[in-house]
């Protein structure tokens, strides 16, 4: 098991472009969760998914969204994107039965930069 | 408001000397701690939890709710301890919505 990837490692992209970002859970888990990673700042929460649907959301506005697909793999979507879009973007994995916050894991994140 | 503070950006240390990596929360209710870590080049992982009380590579965290804090402890550094610390919260209500600190660098010198 890969356990969670992400893709792509890098992209580079200018002000006002989209992106589309894609992770693909580890093997079993049913619960994706992305997270932004500013330079020199803890990751912060954008939002969870589970059976397709948004469950929880981080304080980012309408620009951020995502979609999960059947088999659980998701991609985050950023619209019009700004200089301070600039980051590392992570996805985290787990089992929403088990509802625990300490079960995620992480992939290794992409790595965004606008110009 | 929740929020999680790591006052100290970098911790430099010499090999064997004690290390304490500090952690203040800020939550209405009752939080669950983390201590996460990234090692050069690895991805984040989970090092402990409070709930757990254990140690993992001798780190220690004691949850301390009269002063809001969580500090990672571990008596005797060692080179392979060197890598970014975050400490973060998780809400009972919030499962899976994960409150990172800004994150401490541990630099242990030989």
């Known amino acids: 098991d890969a356990g969670v990837t992400q893709s792509p490692t890098h992209l580079i992209k200018t002000r006002g472009q989209q992106v589309t970002l894609r992770c693909s859970p580890k093997?079993?888990?049913?619960?994706v969760s992305w997270y932004q990673q500013a330079l020199g700042q803890g990751p912060q929460f954008i939002f969870q998914?589970?059976?397709?649907?948004?469950?929880q959301r981080g304080n980012f506005p309408d620009r951020f969204s995502g979609h999960q697909f059947p088999n659980y793999s998701s991609e985050l979507n950023v619209n019009a994107l700004l200089l301070g879009d600039s980051a590392l973007y992570l996805c985290?994995?787990?089992?929403?039965?088990?509802?625990?916050?300490?079960?995620?894991?992480f992939g290794p994140g992409t790595r965004l930069t606008v110009l | 408001a929740q929020r999680v503070t790591q006052p100290e950006k970098l911790l430099s240390v010499f090999k064997g000397a004690p290390v304490e990596l500090k952690c203040n929360y800020s939550?209405?209710?009752?939080?669950?701690l983390f201590w996460y870590v990234q090692y050069s080049r690895q991805r984040l992982q989970l090092l402990l939890r409070?709930?757990s009380r254990e140690s993992i590579k001798g780190f220690t965290a004691d949850l301390n709710k009269g002063e809001t804090s969580f500090h990672l402890k571990k008596p005797f550094a060692q080179e392979e301890d060197s890598a970014m610390y975050y400490c973060?919260?998780?809400?009972?209500?919030?499962?899976?919505?994960?409150?990172f600190g800004q994150g401490t660098t541990l630099q242990v010198k030989p």
């Open positions: 409070h709930i």
């Open positions: 973060a919260l998780s809400g009972l209500s919030n499962t899976g919505k994960l409150i």
């Open positions: 998914y589970y059976e397709e649907e948004e469950r």
């Open positions: 939550y209405s209710g009752s939080p669950e």
């Open positions: 093997s079993g888990h049913d619960t």
């Open positions: 985290a994995s787990s089992l929403y039965a088990v509802r625990r916050a300490d079960t995620q894991y």
